[in-house]
């Protein structure tokens, strides 16, 4: 049972990292923002930079803890990886 468990979760986390595109920022997203929701919550969002930073800031007063450099470092990346669409 126990090891059902840990390979239902080892997989679900995969899914979503497997959503995420690679660059510099996806570890430190990964790292701070999936303690309470899955990282699933970003994919098939967008924002400008502003956007993200006003998310980011919602989820550090939520309880998100992380430093400056990571916190610019996952707006640097989401703002890239999920960017606005220009229309
Ligand atoms: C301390 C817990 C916690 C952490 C850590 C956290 N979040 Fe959240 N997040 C929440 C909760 C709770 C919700 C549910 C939405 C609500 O109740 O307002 C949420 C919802 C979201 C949503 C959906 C918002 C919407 O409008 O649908 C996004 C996007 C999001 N989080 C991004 C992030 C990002 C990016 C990080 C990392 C910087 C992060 N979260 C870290 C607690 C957290």
New binding site residues.
Partial sequence: MKTFLAVLLLSSSAWAADQLPDGPGKAT?IK??????GAE??TG?AHDRQG?KE??D???E?????DEKQ?KE?IDY?AKAFPKKSR
């Fill in positions: 997203l701070v923002c999936t303690d309470c929701h919550v970003v969002m993200w998310i980011v919602q989820m550090l939520k309880g998100a803890t992380a916190i996952i989401l």
